[in-house]
């Protein structure tokens, strides 16, 4: 019977961290081009849930992407990209912004290592903090 219980117990345990470890952290994989050549597809990367003010410029974050950021073919999954700018910096040259020449509380720019193949913020303007998931801490493997 002792030995029931304590299977039990573990087992919860076990349940109970593995919960506490979804909420924590995301992994997710690369699927384009646009961050190369610091990542490549295929690359998986574990993602540490976080907010914007923990965030600082040159970290690489992860989104949810919304209809804009789609552009012409509907987009799965998330958006991986450096993050260019945080409220209060100046919005970096060729991105779009809605009122001033400063990034507004609340949104961020992201942009690909790889213009060449990347849709960003040059391109759909500024993101907001609520479609963001977290800053990648590192690549897990491919």
Not at 31 to 45: E, K, Y
Not at 84 to 93: C, I, Q, S
């Amino acid at each position: 019977m002792q030995a029931v219980i304590a299977v039990l117990l573990i087992s919860s345990g076990v349940a109970a961290f593995v919960a506490v470890l979804r909420r924590r952290f995301v992994v997710a994989t690369v699927t384009g081009f646009s961050m190369a050549p610091t990542l490549h597809p295929g690359d998986r990367l574990l993602v540490r849930r976080t907010s914007l003010s923990r965030l600082r410029v040159g970290d690489i974050v992860v989104v949810v992407p919304d209809a804009r950021m789609a552009g012409p073919r509907p987009r799965t999954g998330y958006v991986i990209k450096r993050l260019a700018a945080v409220p209060g910096d100046l919005v970096p040259e060729h991105v779009p912004s809605p009122s001033n020449a400063h990034i507004p509380p609340g949104w961020m720019a992201i942009l690909g290592d790889n213009p060449d193949a990347s849709r960003d913020s040059r391109d759909y303007g500024l993101v907001t903090q609520k479609r963001l998931v977290g800053v990648v801490v590192r690549a897990i493997g491919t």
